[in-house]
């Protein structure tokens, strides 16, 4: 769980196989989005260049497509080894024991790491009084926070609307054998509309929160490496951090909570990397004297 | 047929160099014309805002400047611009003068006309082979007074040659006074509004050939493989490559999708013509925001303009009818027909064409489509404006890290010293 590297520990995220998927979303999210919006926005400047970019009128919406197929079956499989995962670690050992039931099912799937938790609301709430200035704690997220959660449940909901609507759309002639024609125009509005907001919401709260804020600017590195870095570790899954660090038998090492003061305990340029080998102690020390003298004042 | 060729290129050399002195003769004719324009514009703002003598004198040197400097545009056209290469059987010689790019006077109500006749142009339009006395019936004489307005309903002096009669436009008109268009209505009592339906000029310019280009690559408009099979029977090159355009450019429409639409929305999408003709929709704006639409705005030239969908198959696009008349492809019971068609949607079901393609955004037209997209706006609204403001306040909080009400920080700090 802990990869140490030039003195750095690193805390692992995400297999490669969870890598591997999160590329191909990422990359057929960014075409969809490069080729759709010149239609949504078709009287706008840019788009001629744009479109024309992606082949105008006659490709690009086969590169629409071919993307958006891509990413439905990307969606398909994400199910299929969500419930396998689920069912191969946690729901056959129950069965093997015979301790399955309806109420042990729907526990289980609901304590699930991405499930929304009251902890979120908790965390949501001390966020709020941090960002508002009333407390210089910030929250102690879990492994994924409040915001990690917003991050999958949102394409989570966008894929299935945008995959159907755009589905009808494309296959008008075979859907409309069953539906009423108005549901073109439905299709349409969701489509176009779902399809700005997860835009909007990805090139702007997801990029922030995992590239443009100030402590990862400019650019994260987790979807690629699948490790965290501990100062990251630190600012956003405090609670987490220390139960892996306890449970590796390092809690001497452990940090202490983010500093909102802006003196990070694991800011490279105030400490030497040598230091985040020896014991944390050592490293507390050679902090205390800077904040020593600032509460003397 | 190599005399042809060196022919060919010779008229090439010359009408390209014509051009050129063409081209800076039009623009400095523009320069002197503008000003000539500008005095005029002048002089009818001081006619309109007053009537003081005192100013009687300035707007006489005004139209005496005006008159000296008309002369000055004619004298200077002559004596500068080379006339257009002119090829064609001009029988009238009535390029004698307008061949002459900076042919213009100012009109009686002080608009701006411009009389000069680009040959090349002319004669790559519909109307190359009509000639000029054929529709300005009424000049007999040269110089000519000023000239009626062409009426597009007179028998022109072309011969149909499927039925050898003189050609007319007339049964267009007839066609376009059954239609939806018509300035009648059927007991012949004029529409209410009347002014507002289109005549010819609303619709047509005099159209140039247009260019078969989207599939055959050649040469715009020409490919040379089917100018080769029509050489075989016919000798005369300038009527093969007229015969040639005659027909393929009404192998498709004259204008392009979006060209079509543009033209339609001239009044179609006016707000005034839609309310004074209780219209449920900006017609060009709500196909605009189809699928239909955007490719044509795309330059699409397969997507359904508005006639494709509106004129009743191999029917004259002059006989459009309203979507409420039962003999209409567009009335509610027909309409299947339009998206079924063979060309299009083939495989569809009737319901397709239940589809509201001229959907508005807007609580009284489509109520349901309206609620609908309200509830993406709000989830849009509700789900962005509050994270955007947590983005905005995490950047704000970055910059005092300092600041804080409760500091439990440092207290844990000292307990931990």
Not at chain 1, 23 to 36: R, Y
Not at chain 1, 210 to 225: A, L, N, Y
Not at chain 2, 106 to 133: D, P, Q, T, W
Not at chain 2, 166 to 194: I, T
Request: proline content about 5%; hydrophobic content about 40%.
């Amino acid at each position: 769980m802990i990869k140490v590297k030039k003195g750095k520990k690193y805390f692992f995220r995400s297999t490669v196989n969870q890598r591997i998927q999160h590329i191909i979303l990422a990359s057929c999210v960014i075409v969809l989005v490069l080729t759709g919006m010149p239609l949504k926005f078709h009287d706008a400047s840019w788009a001629h260049y744009l479109y024309a970019l992606f082949g105008g009128i006659k490709v690009a919406p086969i590169v629409h497509k071919t993307a958006g197929c891509i990413l439905m079956l990307l969606f398909g499989y994400h199910l299929i080894y969500l419930a396998s995962n689920i069912y191969i670690g946690q729901i056959a050992p129950l069965r093997k024991n015979k301790e399955l039931s309806v109420a042990r099912l729907l526990k289980l799937l609901a304590t699930q790491p991405l499930m929304p938790n009251r902890k979120d609301v908790k965390d949501m709430i001390q966020l709020f009084k941090y960002l508002l200035f009333l407390t210089d704690r910030k929250p102690e997220g879990d492994e994924f926070t409040w915001k990690n959660k917003f991050d999958y449940w949102a394409p989570f909901w966008g894929i299935p609307v945008l995959g159907i609507s755009g589905l009808i759309m494309w296959n008008k002639e075979f859907a409309t054998k069953f539906l009423p024609g108005e549901i073109i125009n439905y299709a349409l509005i969701a489509h176009s509309d779902e399809a700005l907001l997860a835009a909007l919401f990805l090139f702007i709260w997801h990029w922030y929160n995992v590239h443009f804020k100030t402590s990862v600017f400019p650019m994260g590195t987790v979807f690629i490496t699948g490790y965290i870095s501990e100062k990251l570790m630190v600012e956003d899954h405090y609670e987490h951090y220390v139960k892996i660090m306890k449970k590796a038998g390092l809690e001497h090492e452990i940090l202490p909570p983010h500093d909102p003061y802006g003196r990070e305990p694991a800011n490279e340029k105030a400490f030497p990397a040598e230091l985040h080998t020896a014991s944390a102690g050592q490293n507390f020390q050679t902090m205390n004297p800077k904040k020593g003298d600032r509460r003397n004042d | 047929m190599i005399k042809q060729k060196e022919l060919n290129t010779y008229r090439y050399i010359t009408s390209c160099s014509y051009e050129a002195i063409n081209t800076v003769g039009v623009l400095a004719c523009l320069l002197l014309n503008i000003s000539l324009y500008f005095l005029v514009y002048c002089q009818n703002i001081e006619e309109n805002l007053t009537l003081d003598c005192r100013n009687l004198r300035i707007m006489k040197l005004n139209r005496v400047y005006g008159r000296f400097l008309s002369c000055g545009v004619l004298f200077f056209s002559c004596l500068f611009f080379m006339p257009a290469d002119s090829f064609a059987a001009d029988i009238g010689n009535c390029l004698l003068c307008h061949k002459y790019p900076g042919l213009s006077r100012i009109g009686e109500n002080g608009k701006f006309r411009l009389f000069y006749v680009n040959e090349n142009v002319f004669m790559n339009s519909v109307h190359a082979k009509v000639k000029c006395e054929g529709c300005h019936t009424d000049i007999k004489k040269i110089p000519h007074d000023p000239a009626e307005k062409v009426d597009c309903l007179r028998e022109c002096h072309i011969t149909e040659p499927s039925s050898e009669q003189k050609f007319s436009h007339k049964e267009v008109a007839a066609f376009l006074s059954k239609s939806v268009h018509a300035k009648l209505d059927e007991k012949q009592n004029p529409k209410k509004y009347a002014e507002d339906m289109p005549n010819c000029l609303d619709c047509h310019d005099n159209p140039l050939y247009r260019p078969l280009s989207f599939f055959k690559r050649v040469r715009p408009g020409i490919s040379e493989m089917a100018l080769g099979r029509c050489r075989v029977c016919h000798k005369e090159d300038e009527f093969i490559f007229r015969f040639y355009n005659h027909v393929t450019t009404r192998l498709h429409t004259i204008r392009s999708p979006k060209n079509i639409a543009e033209m339609c929305g001239r009044c179609h999408d006016d707000p005034k013509v839609v309310t004074r003709h209780n219209l449920s929709t900006k017609a060009v704006y709500s196909y605009g925001e189809t699928f239909h639409g955007k490719a044509a705005n795309y330059l699409d030239e397969r997507i359904p303009d508005c006639l494709d969908c509106h004129v009743n198959r191999g029917q004259s696009v002059h006989q459009m009818l309203s979507h409420k008349d039962p003999l209409s492809i567009t009335y509610e019971t027909n309409k299947a027909e339009i998206c079924t068609n063979m060309e299009c949607h083939p495989k569809a079901t009737p319901k397709l064409a239940n589809y509201k393609v001229h959907m508005e955004f807007d609580p009284e037209q489509s109520p349901r489509e309206y609620y609908f997209k309200i509830f993406f706006i709000t989830l849009t609204g509700a789900t962005l404006l509050p994270l955007m403001g947590i983005m905005f306040l995490d950047l704000f909080r970055r910059l005092f890290p300092n600041v804080s009400v409760r500091i439990t920080r440092r207290k844990q700090e000292d307990e931990s010293i």
